[in-house]
T-cell receptor, first 115, second 115 residues
Framework: EPEVTQTPSHQVTQMGQEVILRCVPISNHLYFYWYRQILGQKVEFLVSFYNNEISEKSEIFDDQFSVERPDGSNFTLKIRSTKLEDSAMYFC?????????????FGQGTRLTVV | GESVGLHLPTLSVQEGDNSIINCAYSNSASDYFIWYKQESGKGPQFIIDIRSNMDKRQGQRVTVLLNKTVKHLSLQIAATQPGDSAVYFCAENVSFKAAGNKLTFGGGTRVLVKP
């Protein structure tokens, strides 16, 4: 069964450092997403990406965040200067197309710890 | 504002009994709803979805009910099994938006199945 894969599974970084979280979406999917989940809280939308551009972003996704699809398979989330409050589980998701009744498949997540 | 919330943070259920998980949403523009299951250390896993033109949908051992009048969503799990122990999230989507397919998640309900 196809799946969304994320690397690394756990990333520890010092405050102020840049991190790149990597995702390989399902191969025939066209829409890509990043969500995050702070420990014990609900899953929050960060950004959606289609046709090589951001289609929607939340207020969380400020200038410190960026996304990129550098090649035909990877989808990355970069945090330029990490803050303690960026510590969370980050989930990548992908979906085949934009229509009602469409399922978004989630990866296993990257746990980011900022120290 | 947009919000999706859950009434019960933790639900303990005896193995073999039925479980009912509730969710309230406030965005009347939402027309697509999904229930996700999240096991410890994993990403959200799709369980079942429902469109706003329906009030009930059944899957394997699961039923989702939608009451648009009171903006309420529920997930019923029949004959709950130990493997059903997880956190369950409802999520909503405004599918007619031009792009993005953003999901707004509720706060989650933890289901604990007692043997």
């Amino acid at each position: 069964e196809p799946e969304v894969t994320q690397t690394p599974s756990h990333q520890v970084t010092q405050m102020g450092q840049e991190v790149i979280l990597r995702c390989v979406p399902i191969s025939n999917h066209l829409y890509f997403y990043w969500y995050r989940q702070i420990l014990g809280q609900k899953v929050e939308f960060l950004v959606s990406f289609y046709n090589n551009e951001i289609s929607e972003k939340s207020e969380i996704f400020d200038d410190q965040f960026s996304v990129e699809r550098p090649d035909g398979s990877n989808f990355t989330l970069k945090i330029r200067s990490t803050k303690l409050e960026d510590s969370a589980m980050y989930f990548c998701a992908s979906s085949e197309a934009l229509r009602t009744g469409l399922e978004a498949f989630f990866g296993q997540g990257t746990r980011l710890t900022v120290v | 504002g947009e919000s999706v919330g859950l009434h019960l943070p933790t639900l303990s259920v005896q193995e073999g009994d039925n479980s009912i998980i509730n969710c309230a949403y406030s965005n009347s523009a939402s027309d697509y709803f999904i229930w996700y299951k999240q096991e410890s250390g994993k990403g959200p896993q799709f369980i079942i979805d429902i469109r706003s033109n329906m009030d009930k949908r059944q899957g394997q051992r699961v039923t989702v009910l939608l009451n648009k009048t009171v903006k309420h969503l529920s997930l019923q799990i029949a004959a709950t099994q130990p493997g059903d122990s997880a956190v369950y999230f409802c999520a909503e989507n405004v599918s007619f938006k031009a792009a993005g397919n953003k999901l707004t998640f509720g706060g989650g309900t933890r289901v604990l199945v007692k043997p």
